[in-house]
């Protein structure tokens, strides 16, 4: 992503980049994955109120888990950075693959909460999952370059990406049912969705 994603000297990422990462985060946020769909089921039985220590643990568990795999491939990306290129390259075929799944298969039921996550189990969930750690890698590939300022980057990075989930998570614990019937049950918003995410993957390779 050479033009986007030029970094100025002086700040962690340039106008660009930062609003291409915006864009992408926006995309990602929105679509309906487990993060989602499982804060839906569980502010719609219990209440957003009751829910606050989850949305605040799955913000503080993906904002680690971009952190640590930044911190897993630095040394790599220092080392080879053409490691880099293939990475990217790699993240734009997955965002392809979850385009293409949603528009085959559709938005899945939301889980059955049993009960409200607290914080601290609500970052662990987010440790453990393994979409989210797919996300973490592609996040760092396509907007922490290897090279000066590295680690400043990728927690600028980190946090931009979080604060643009935030709201994104209370959209779909106020409004989550409204927005999962309508992807479920109205093909051309389903399509729609899937055609912005498969578009995602021409940041990776602009």
Known sequence: ????????????????????????????????????????????????IRNV????????GTYLTICLAGVILGGLLAAAPGVQDVIRVTAGFYMLWLAWHLWRNGVPPAPQA???????????????????W?????VIAG??????????????????FCLVMLPALALWATCGTMLH???RFRPRLRRGMATVTAAMALLFWI
């Open 181 to 183: 019937s309508g992807m």
């Open 143 to 160: 907007f922490v370059p290897a090279g000066g300022q590295y680690l400043e980057r990728m927690l600028a990075v980190a946090l931009v």
């Open 53 to 60: 220590g989850h949305l605040l643990g799955t913000l503080w």
């Open 1 to 48: 992503m050479s033009g986007a994603l030029t970094m100025l000297p002086e700040a962690p990422f340039a106008a660009g980049s930062l609003t291409v990462l915006v864009v992408y985060a926006v995309a990602m946020s929105i679509t309906p994955g487990q993060n989602t769909l499982h804060v839906l089921s569980s502010c719609k039985t219990f209440g957003f």
């Open 114 to 132: 049993l009960r409200p996550l607290r914080f601290g189990e609500a970052v662990l969930r987010q440790l453990g999952n393994s979409q989210g």
């Open 134 to 138: 797919l996300l973490a890698v592609a």
